[in-house]
T-cell receptor, first 113, second 118 residues
Framework: EPEVTQTPSHQVTQMGQEVILRCVPI?????FYWYRQILGQKVEFLVS????????KSEIFDDQFSVERPDGSNFTLKIRSTKLEDSAMYFC???????????FGSGTRLTVV | AQTVTQSQPEMSVQEAETVTLSCTYD???????LFWYKQPPSRQMILVIR??????QNATENRFSVNFQKAAKSFSLKISDSQLGDAAMYFC???????????????FGKGTLLTVNP
């Protein structure tokens, strides 16, 4: 069964550093998403991406965040200057269209120290 | 904006017994999707079951079934014959049925931690 692949599974970074979280969505999917889950809390929407542009973003997704689909297969989330409160599990997801369900990746656990 | 409420932070069930997890939601839309996701200790998000609001029939997937009450905006998950592997955090989620990518985001509840006792 097709999977959404996320790398790395765990990343530790120093406060103020830039990080890039990588995702390979399912190949025939058209809609891509990033979600965040702070430990012990609910899963929160960050951003959706369709047709090579952001279609919606949440209040969390401020100027420190950016997304890119650089080569037609990868979908990346960049955090320019990490803060301690960015420590969380970050999930990538993709879907074909509204009539289809999401497929989530296994997540990247980001720890900012 | 839509909201999803899971009023049970924790639940427990004996192996082989049945348990029901509650979820309510608030929306002004008439068509939408509802989901239950399972998150085991590995923290991967696994789709358990999906319900389209326009379908009156409750969705069923093997031992998992839902009780969808549209008028009451209630969407509970029933797990029958509970197994040790069912132990996980369960999230209820809502998604609009809209056009364009902006309407496809999921809104999650805070989750219910299910413990299965042998």
């Amino acid at each position: 069964e097709p999977e959404v692949t996320q790398t790395p599974s765990h990343q530790v970074t120093q406060m103020g550093q830039e990080v890039i979280l990588r995702c390979v969505p399912i190949s025939n999917h058209l809609y891509f998403y990033w979600y965040r889950q702070i430990l012990g809390q609910k899963v929160e929407f960050l951003v959706s991406f369709y047709n090579n542009e952001i279609s919606e973003k949440s209040e969390i997704f401020d100027d420190q965040f950016s997304v890119e689909r650089p080569d037609g297969s990868n979908f990346t989330l960049k955090i320019r200057s990490t803060k301690l409160e960015d420590s969380a599990m970050y999930f990538c997801a993709s879907s074909r269209a509204s009539l289809y369900g999401y497929t989530f990746g296994s997540g990247t656990r980001l720890t900012v120290v | 904006a839509q909201t999803v409420t899971q009023s049970q932070p924790e639940m427990s069930v004996q192996e082989a017994e049945t348990v029901t997890l509650s979820c309510t939601y608030d929306t002004s839309e008439s068509d939408y999707y509802l989901f239950w996701y399972k998150q085991p200790p590995s923290r991967q998000m696994i789709l358990v079951i999906r319900q389209e609001a326009y379908k009156q029939q409750n969705a069923t997937e093997n031992r998992f079934s839902v009780n969808f009450q549209k008028a009451a905006k209630s969407f509970s998950l029933k797990i029958s014959d509970s197994q040790l592997g069912d132990a996980a955090m369960y999230f209820c989620a809502y998604r609009s049925l809209g056009s364009g990518g902006s309407n496809y985001k999921l809104t999650f509840g805070k989750g219910t931690l299910l413990t299965v006792n042998p």
